[in-house]
């Protein structure tokens, strides 16, 4: 099990379910585990009572339906399906409406979704935060500086009871990166990667747990854009301006080099 997550850390992210189809029919004994702990890329289903898309993931999904934060429903149609309390699918609602405005700004389009369920024990919930942004769509894709491309964000946050006003945030956060450029003046690049980290906070529940959470997905997707950037672009631009200078860069590069 523990070389079968060491493989999957590094594996491009749009070869992660062919490389878990693979590992799952290796160790069929673990596909609890598996399944549990490796972020799949994230699919979209249209929800087709709200005529909204919403994300797909093990978060939302009982048996092979999956259900919508828009109408509450199952697609395909479920009898017994798990929902929410009704006091969590308030906060569920309201989570979605806000994490909306939040992707706009951030992000400038994209989907995004929230889902909410209790703790085995019912001392508290875990609330999951989803963000997809196809960049072959908008933004520079649809300029034609990308062939393909994509953002998904994962948000996982186990929030714990309220103790004399106080709650115990433990947040999980995974990006998934993939961009691929196919043009005449750029040639044929790929670049993807994955990135987790996790953040742990005592909070005041006295403005609410949404608001704390939200806090805290900014914080840490702000940290992990910024390792991303440093580590993805940074090393991969260092690399080619090594390997092959720019151009402007050469007449003052060659005339030292001929120099014994």
Known sequence: MEGAMGLMRRMPPKHTQTALSALLSLLPDHSADLLSQIDQPLQVLCDEDSGKEFILCEYNRDADSYRSPWSNKFHPHLEDGMYPSEELRKLEVEANEVFTVYRDQYYEGGISSVYLWEEDDNEGFVACFLIKKDGSKYAHGKRGYLHEGGWEAIHVIQVGPDEEGMAHYCLTSTIMLSLTTDSDTSGTFNLSGSIRRQMKAELSVEDGH????????????????????QVYFGKTKEMVCTLRPPSELLPMTLPDSRNP
């Not at 704390?212 to 910024?226: D, P, V």
Request: proline residues 0%; charged residues 35%.
């Open 210 to 229: 949404l608001c704390n959470m939200g806090k805290m997905i900014e914080e840490l997707e702000g940290k992990l854009r910024n390792q991303l950037d």
